[in-house]
């Protein structure tokens, strides 16, 4: 073969007529941030935050309706005293109202987490807004139907309608949004729902005198947390504004959460993965 022709072989590619690949266009940056997995470093301070909101509500609606709308132990007895003496009170029903709304709350929140990913950005975020939009609609049929103003104790033989029911409903069913991203993250402790438990595990850690103790301060945040929304919202029942305004203030708290978790660190993506 003549060296001109072995130096034009020699020279050219192996793979003449081969094509390079396409690069495949990554996600647009506003894209890949909402499917991001929020980092789970520190996000007890929002789930103890949450604690406020809780007390806040409750506080409001068990002063106005005698019923609560988060922490279901209290509902369940007075369900189970009303059952005894059903002519005695109406209490009875709003607790139920709430105790079923919650757990058909869990249902729908749990699956709507599982599906889309627990802990993904935007799955996160419409969390908290649906909580938001629905404590929002609360308030509102609350103002407007002129319901949850007071400034003593609930009756226990009122009449209830759906001016008190469906409010209660809704805020029941949007409170086990906070309980389901705290298993999302793995910080079950910090349900925002309970407090029982958390006194337990508190006074019982052997390490209760530690220097450094995270656990130790979460489980002394939360009550705090909730005994200072449970006082704003007891001012609010009391106050003009009565209940709505505490709704309201929910409202807006649960719209912080929201833009919280949109700039919230995100968990670090495997090498390579774009």
Request: proline fraction near 5%; charge should be positive.
């Amino acid at each position: 073969m003549p060296a001109n022709e072995r130096g034009v072989d020699e020279g050219s590619p192996l793979l003449r007529h081969s094509r390079a690949k396409p690069t495949v266009p990554s996600k647009p940056r506003w894209r890949r941030h909402l499917t991001e997995q929020v980092s789970r470093e520190r996000a007890d301070v929002v789930l103890v935050f949450c604690y406020l909101i809780t007390g806040l509500l409750d506080s409001a609606s068990i002063s106005v309706w005698g019923s609560f709308v988060s922490m279901q132990t209290g509902n369940t007895i007075y369900i189970a005293l009303g059952l005894a003496s059903p002519s005695l009170s109406t209490r009875w029903i709003k607790s139920s109202v709430s105790v079923l709304s919650f757990c058909v709350g869990s249902f729908i929140f749990s699956r709507f987490h599982r599906f889309f990913s627990p802990k993904r950005r935007w799955v996160m975020c419409v969390s908290f807004t649906a909580q938001l939009l629905l404590t929002a609609v609360a308030a509102s049929l609350v103002a407007v139907a002129g319901t949850g103003t007071g400034t003593g104790p609930p009756s226990d033989t009122e009449e209830v309608g759906w001016q008190v029911l469906v409010p209660i409903a809704l805020l029941a069913f949007q409170s086990c949004g906070q309980a389901i991203i705290s298993r999302a993250l793995r910080h079950n402790a910090l349900n925002s729902v309970a407090l029982t438990a958390n006194y337990c595990d508190l006074f019982s850690d052997v390490d209760l005198f530690a220097p450094r103790n995270a656990e130790r301060n979460r489980r002394t945040a939360a009550p705090l947390c909730l005994l200072l929304g449970a006082f704003i919202g007891g001012k609010f029942a009391h106050s003009s504004v009565g209940v709505a305004g505490a709704l309201w203030t929910a409202t807006a708290l649960k719209a912080l959460v929201v833009v919280v978790w949109l700039v919230w660190p995100a968990k670090p993506r495997p090498i390579g993965e774009t």
